[in-house]
């Protein structure tokens, strides 16, 4: 068992954080941990013992938040999530306690760099993308405003996947990020669930006549928590995000054998063994996989049992159960969480089945994470109803009575179709069971994640639910933490910021507008430009240290990061740097501002032209990079493994943030945000929350091109449009397609990218061709890019945008949506500790 010292008995507020303390339980940590002195140590070793350091202090507050909340008895929040994309907890912790500085201090006292420590801890990566990092934030906010919170999600033993690049490929290696342990969890068996899969229902009437449902002849699984600190800025506060591991329920018993259970006993330990050990790497996209259908089941199934326990264990009536807990979903992902909470209200406490709904109904919240059709899930009848047969009694159930509701609300309406709204809106149709109509029926909230989202929801996607339920639906505009991605990523603003407007934006962002008055301030535009360029020199020794290419911190530092997926348009932003490149070599004498476009992003697995995206990316790189001609005018990087470590350092360091996704495909977005604190301006289409960030910055600081979200929806209500069209009649675009097919990127093998120039423009598939308008957006986005060059050449009129950007970012912050979730939805009360 693995032992530490706390640096102080009692509970120490971060302002008393003493120096002498911590250094010794550094010291005794090493020596506890590992029998050596801190000289002998290995950085590894350092990070444990500091972290274990840390540990001890934030279980100080955590016990007393826990106390606190056991005391005041407040309402909760239980956010299910598939994924929690947390990053690095050590800095943050820091930055949380308000240790940060004074820790860095001790360390270097010690001849240690915290920066260095810092880079030891692995990334807890257990999330794909934005959807996983909101989650994220959400808890950040959460305990810094105080509200009682819990995450439920999976300790899955492999997070996202590290993605190397070979030879120009993405090459997926596993994360084995609890390799060297987890100084921060805490494993909590005393917690444990059953969770039981397969097998039959059978139904049998009690003495009361009631009827009585049980599973039968099921194997099961034994879920164990482990407990993640959940720190809140300077308020003492601990939150707990819980995540679930899988242990066999038994292990092998001898008499196994002699009942002829041991098949089942072999069965029992791999689903265990299964269940948690990778995170989906899919993105906006559904792979209907039953390993998949069991992983959510699983963390649903122990995280609802372990709710109503705990509520029952201070209260003695369930049917107020929603007045001291509610369930936010984020996304569909957890909403088999509907029908756990009936199984369990009815077959466990034997309420009616009107009494469990109405609890039911009155704790589900849902939020929807995006529009593409392609990530909605359905599960067959057959998967669902195999695995889990008793939730899938209760589902046919509540379809049942919805589809009674339709009818009796329509039957008579004149010119509705029944028939029609019954196969858009019921949750079994057509084999299929639909989450996400589950969950906008079983609730009392759903909400959409930027304005422009929730329209669409409202007006097209869900517009028959919407008919039917207006009140439920909400808009929720996503945010960020500004703690981790200003104060933690990018000290050198994040002191500027706080010189000039002092330091209340860490926990209230939109003070920040008081940096409005230096826009216009010569000396603040020079130190605002200087502090960019520092942070283009440490993200430039980044990339020759991982990729090997040198790029200079005085060219525009243009930056594309975020997953890869066809909607959100790499490919527009690598043809027009093969545009570009075009041009420089036509025109040697062209006064070309140096640019450097930085790419990041991981591909599904699976995702054929995601991944050949990548491999373009690279060619166009190796060409563009090793061409003499062009003079080092344009450089292209692609920065390997993209993920939450390397992009504070990577939004720290950006002059342009490209958010150009097909308008309406892109729910919010949340990176937009990220770089607009940083002070880089949005080249972006009117797509999610980038609507939201012009309007806060003003048109004139950010670059808007590109078909709105109507004129795409419109097109795709007639079939599309012709890219034919464009390419007979524009030089540029048809130049650059040329050279996806004639090697100009590929020599040795011309033919490498045809399937990219095929999405865009091959008619005779019976595919359709761009079906995310690259070509029809491409005049729009070079013209755009031309606004960028221009704008960057006025120095400090650029300054002014940029710092006009940070001081207007404060609407984005994650604090801002969580107390609108608080608000409009959840209704909890702050808890302030003494
Ligand atoms: C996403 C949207 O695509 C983003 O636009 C949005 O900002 C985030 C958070 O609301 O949600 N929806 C979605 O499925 N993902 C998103 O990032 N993908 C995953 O991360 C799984």
């Known amino acids: 068992m693995k032992k530490s010292v706390a640096a102080s008995e009692k509970p120490v507020k971060a302002k008393e954080f003493d120096k002498e303390l911590f250094k010794r339980s550094v010291e005794y940590n090493v020596r506890t941990l590992y029998r050596k002195n801190l000289e002998e140590a290995d950085a590894q070793q350092i990070f444990q013992a500091v972290s274990y350091a840390i540990k001890d202090r934030i279980v100080e507050n955590w016990m007393e938040t826990q106390k606190a909340y056991e005391k005041e008895d407040p309402k909760m929040v239980y956010y299910m999530s598939m994924e929690f994309l947390m990053g690095r907890a050590l800095g943050n912790n820091l930055i949380n306690l308000k240790a940060y500085k004074p820790v860095a201090e001790a360390l270097e006292e010690l001849g240690l760099d915290l920066n260095l420590i810092e880079d030891q801890e692995p990334d807890a990566a257990l999330g794909n993308g934005g959807l996983g990092r909101l989650a994220a934030c959400f808890l950040d906010s959460l305990a810094t405003l105080g509200y009682p919170a819990y995450g439920c999600g999976i300790r899955y033993r492999y997070g996202m996947f590290k993605q190397e690049i070979r030879d120009g490929y993405q090459v997926e290696v596993p994360d084995n990020w609890l390799m060297n342990g987890n100084p921060f969890e805490l494993r909590r068996p005393e917690y444990a669930k059953i969770v039981k899969f397969g097998g039959y229902v059978s139904v049998h009437t009690d003495e009361n006549g009631r009827n009585v449902f049980t599973q039968e002849g099921y194997q099961s699984v034994k879920a164990i928590p482990f407990d993640f600190p959940i720190v809140g800025y300077g308020n003492g506060i601990v939150n707990t995000l819980r995540i679930w591991d899988a242990e066999p329920v038994e292990c092998f018993q001898l008499d196994s054998f002699d009942k002829g259970d041991y098949q089942k006993a072999v069965e029992q330990e791999n689903l265990a063994r299964n269940i948690v050990e990778v995170l989906y790497p899919n993105d906006n996209h559904y792979a209907g996989k039953e390993l998949r259908l069991k992983q959510q089941y699983f963390f649903i199934s122990a995280s609802v049992q372990e709710a109503v326990e ?55 919240a849902y939020t929807n994470h995006t529009i593409m059709a392609e990530a909605l899930e359905k599960w067959p009848i057959e998967l669902f109803s195999r695995l889990l047969p008793r939730i899938y009694q209760i589902v046919e159930e509540i379809n049942r009575r919805f589809v009674l509701d339709i009818q009796q609300k329509y039957s008579n309406v004149p010119g509705v179709d029944v028939q029609e709204k019954i196969r858009k809106m019921a949750i079994i149709y057509d084999g299929q069971v639909k989450m996400a109509n589950m969950a906008i029926v079983s609730g009392y909230s759903v909400n959409g994640v930027a304005r422009l989202h929730t329209e669409i929801l409202e007006k097209q996607e869900l517009k028959d639910f919407y008919e039917m339920f207006p009140e439920r639906f909400n808009n929720k505009t996503n945010g960020i933490t500004q703690r981790r991605f200003l104060l933690h990523a990018n000290p050198l603003l994040a002191d500027w910021v ?46 020759l240290e991982h990729n090997g290419i040198e790029v200079d911190p005085r060219s525009i530092f243009d930056v594309q990061v975020k997953r890869l997926h066809e909607y959100k348009r790499q490919l527009l932003n690598i043809l027009h740097v093969m545009h570009l490149y075009n041009e420089l070599k036509e025109h040697p004498e062209l006064d070309f501002y140096p640019r450097t476009f930085i790419f990041g992003a991981k ?50 360091a950006a002059d342009v943030s490209e958010q150009i996704s097909t308008a309406s495909k892109e729910a919010s977005g949340t990176g937009n945000m990220k770089f607009m604190l940083n002070g880089a301006l949005t080249l972006g289409t009117m797509d999610g929350a980038n609507v939201e960030i012009v309007e806060e910055v003003g048109e004139e600081n ?76 491409f005049k729009s986005y070079a013209e755009a890019q031309k606004r960028v060059e221009a704008a960057y050449r006025d120095e400090d009129n650029w300054a002014k945008s940029a710092i006009l950007n940070v001081a207007c970012s404060g609407k984005f912050t994650s604090d801002r949506t969580i107390q609108q979730y608080v608000d409009e939805i959840w209704h909890l009360d702050k808890v302030v500790l003494k």
């Not at 705990?310 to 996304?331: A, P, S």
């Not at 962002?509 to 230096?518: C, N």
């Open 310 to 364: 705990k509520y029952m264990r201070k209260h003695d009536d369930i049917h107020k159960f929603y007045e001291k807990v509610t369930f936010q979903l984020n996304d569909t992902h957890p909403t088999v969480a509907i029908a756990e909470l009936m199984r369990v209200l009815m077959d466990d406490y034997y309420l009616t089945w009107e009494e469990a709904w109405e609890i039911t109904t009155k704790t589900c």
């Open 603 to 652: 591909a599904a697995a699976g995702y054929r032209n995601a991944k050949l995206t990548i491999k373009l990316i690279n060619s166009v790189a190796d060409v563009v990079n090793n061409d003499p001609a062009i003079n080092g005018k344009i450089k292209v990087v692609f920065i390997e493994n993209y993920n939450v470590s390397n992009a504070e350092i990577i939004f720290a």
């Open 498 to 543: 706080t010189a000039h407007v002092g330091d209340d934006w860490i926990t209230d962002l939109p003070q920040i507008s008081r940096l409005k008055v230096y826009a216009d301030d010569k000396k603040a535009q020079q130190e605002f430009m200087n502090i960019k360029y520092q942070n283009k020199v440490r993200l430039a020794k980044y990339i």
């Open 702 to 777: 950010a670059f808007i091109f590109g078909l709105s979200a109507q004129e795409v929806i419109n097109y795709e209500n007639h079939g599309g449009y012709d890219p034919m069209e464009i390419f007979n009649n524009d030089q540029d675009v048809r130049k650059v397609l040329m050279q996806l097919i004639n090697g100009t990127f590929a020599p040795g093998d011309p033919e490498l990218f045809r399937p990219l120039y095929n999405s865009l423009l091959n008619t005779q598939c019976t595919a359709k061709a761009d079906t995310y308008f690259i070509l029809k957006d």
